[in-house]
């Protein structure tokens, strides 16, 4: 039965080449999509007992030929198929008879490789005996922006990649862990797994043609938010295993959260109002805009604190007033509000990350990230500096206007506002950080991607149970404020799962596998038809 199911899939396949083949001119577009969708779905047939999460077709292609045996000229082929098919789809090329007949010859001998059958004559007279010209690997260049790659191996020098937007005879070699330019990249390095996809950015290449990046991105279209990835800075550490206790833990006190909610509304109110706003009117509106969240949050059930509250409101809108009404125009800052936008989001491809900002110039030239909590009061004394968590959200959000708008850092002016002062504090871009920081995302994803790949119960309670408050504390912390207010915290979770029976742990273990599946597929995963990210292009979306 299995054998009867192949060859009729075979012979199919070959049919399509041979329709494609006799397409007339006007139809070569479509006759485009049949051959790509017979391609994906040849290199899915391949992978169907494997529990690989491949995020494009390019992946596909490195994947299922080297298991294949595929020369380094075959697999060119194929990626020569695949870069002209992508253009053609999107409508950034005419389709050519020759160049179709060309790459039906490459999928032609594809089939015939992995099934070890003979193409069928009246096919086979139809393919060119000459083939168009592929595509071949450009000059090397000085420097460039960004590169994507796939990754195959590695030794005690160099990372071992083929590029994916381009065709490379030989595999492209990385110089890593190289001091004041990469080396904060040393723990992805040591994770990395065959086929892997990489983002290079500001690219190094000497005269031997190898490969100096500033940044290795790993997994890129597996975006992580923004204010997820600077939550993971924390007091004692910042460890990856922190991004999972956040998305674990509840929301014990959800004040914090509605006091910021109605400070951004604040801020939405004195940047359009044509008048100055009234604040009982914009705590009406607060109250429209909110009022689950107001009547189910415990805190307010409480007269002293609930009065609290609403003076803490009160407080905010004078200090937002303050700062747009004054501190907006005073020499040197440069914010305009009749030409602002508010809450643009990104997507960032070049970083693997998203998020959205608070309030940012049009030609953004100057943005301002608002915060209503405390800042850092205690580490100097008599000084209110910003805290880690957010030093860090203002770096990455440079560094996405960077290298999603090509907005130089140096050029943007970065703001972080916190309303509770009030205090308009400008940020400094430090690269070096920022690298650290992206270094710290793809040990996210790595786990991520572990989690996923196995689909085990044994790994899964592994991973959450080492969330404990010892392994977490990277910086050693001790004393009060450790043992009263972060340790608790932590510990929490690992005391919460060593509570259930044998049979709720493994119902829990088995559900978080499953949507830590469904989420990395949802991020990463193709669509059939193209080889782009399921996600939106880099951009703002205002």
Known sequence: MYFCCMENEVNESF?????????????????????????ERLCRAQMQDESLQMTDLSARISFVSARAGLTIVEQNRLHTFRLTSNAILNRKEEPVREKLLRDAKTLAF?????????????????????????????PAKKRIERMRVCYQYAD??????????????????????????????????????????????????????VLTPSFIVLEPDYLIDISSLAECFRDYGHHPANYVLARLQPIDNARPLLLGNIANLFLDEWIHAENEPDYRECMQKAFRRYPIE????????????????????????????????????????????????????????????????????????????????????????????????????MLLYQAVLQYS????????????????????????????????IINLRNRIVSDEYGIQLRNSVEYTASKLQAIRSDILNERGLSGRFWEQYLRPSIDNLSQKLASLTPLEQ?????????????????????????????????????
């Open 506 to 542: 493994s119902y829990f273990y088995a559900l978080y596998n499953f949507i830590t599946k469904e989420l990395y597929t949802s991020k990463s995963e193709t669509s059939i038809t193209k080889d782009v990210p399921a996600q939106p292009p880099c951009g703002y979306l205002p």
């Open 294 to 393: 107001l009547a189910a949050c415990t805190d307010l059930r409480d007269r002293e604190k609930e009065r609290q509250f609403f003076d803490d409101c009160k407080l905010h809108f004078e200090h937002i007033r303050e700062v747009v009404t004054d501190t907006f125009r005073a020499p040197g800052y440069e914010l305009d509000k009749t030409d602002a936008v508010l809450e643009p989001s990104y997507i960032c491809e070049a970083l693997g990350l998203q998020g959205r900002l608070d309030y940012m110039q049009r030609d953004m030239s100057s943005f301002i990230e608002m915060k209503s909590g405390k800042a850092d009061e205690f580490s100097i004394r008599n000084k209110v500096e910003p805290k880690e968590n957010n030093k860090v959200q």
């Open 15 to 39: 049919e399509i080449l041979l329709a494609a083949c006799r397409t007339a001119n006007s139809n070569l577009a479509v006759a485009y999509k049949q051959l790509r969708d017979l391609l």
């Open 405 to 436: 708008m090509g907005m130089d850092h140096h050029r943007v002016k970065a703001y972080l506002l916190y309303t509770r002062y009030p205090l308009l504090y400008p940020a400094r871009p430090s690269w070096a950080m920022v690298r650290r």
């Open 156 to 209: 005690e020098q160099y990372l071992y990649v083929t590029p994916v937007d381009t065709i490379a005879d030989e595999y492209l070699r990385i110089r890593y862990n190289v001091p004041q330019i990469n080396e904060e990249f040393a723990q992805t390095c040591e994770i990395l797994w065959c086929h892997a996809q990489l983002n290079l950015l500001d690219v190094a290449i000497d005269e031997t043609g």
């Open 110 to 138: 594809f089939i015939r490789k992995l099934y070890e059958v003979e193409i069928p004559g009246e096919l086979y007279h139809l393919l060119p005996r000459a083939d168009a010209t592929y595509l071949v690997a450009p």
